[in-house]
């Protein structure tokens, strides 16, 4: 399986609703990632998990909270988004030490009303 | 600030041709190099990486590193029309687990 998938593809919520965006990967993989990318802009990160750690957050706000439950699985967790806040959100996974590259999911359309 | 430059294009070229992709990054002690390619509405496509200075080929793609002038570039040889889409230069600072700084990607056109 050399996949990382994630669920939903297209999501449209409310500025009050809290969602979960889900992300899975069976690489073996003990680092992942979300980033965010707005349309015509290149993808920016937002967290790292290394080790089910979290390791880095680029100031990201707290309505978005990130979540790794083992080291298959990531979660973003979404709560009182801005529409400013809908964009294409990206999963990706890479060996921690040196990779040699990083596997990104299709994705979630995420469009907040 | 560490910061990683393209030409935001488009750049357009004929069928059959060279494509020519640069990329320069700010931080001299960068570890890795990626190169990236995203058509329009999918996901980031990994292409090639690169962490020694020179040449690196894979098939119709060639990845080039010079570490001192801090600049990567990427050869599309004999350019086909589905190689058109955006290309992201990508740089790993740190060598590890730490994530991907984009450039701003380069829209490449082949034309028929």
Known sequence: ?113 | QKEVEQNSGPLSVPEGAIASLNCTYSDRGSQSFFWYRQYSGKSPELIMFIYSNGDKEDGRFTAQLNKASQYVSLLIRDSQPSDSATYLCAVNWGGGADGLTFGKGTHLIIQP
């Open chain 1, 1 to 113: 399986d050399t996949e990382v998938t994630q669920t939903p593809k297209h999501l449209v919520m409310g500025m009050t609703n809290k969602k979960s965006l889900k992300c899975e990967q069976h690489m073996g993989h003990r680092a992942m990632y979300w980033y965010k990318q707005k349309a015509k802009k290149p993808p920016e990160l937002m967290f790292v998990y290394s080790y089910e750690k979290l390791s880095i957050n680029e100031s990201v706000p707290s309505r978005f909270s990130p979540e790794c439950p083992n080291s298959s699985l990531l979660n973003l967790h979404l709560h009182a988004l801005q529409p400013e806040d809908s964009a294409l959100y990206l999963c990706a996974s890479s060996q921690v030490l040196r990779p040699p590259g990083y596997t990104f999911g299709s994705g979630t359309r995420l469009t907040v009303v």
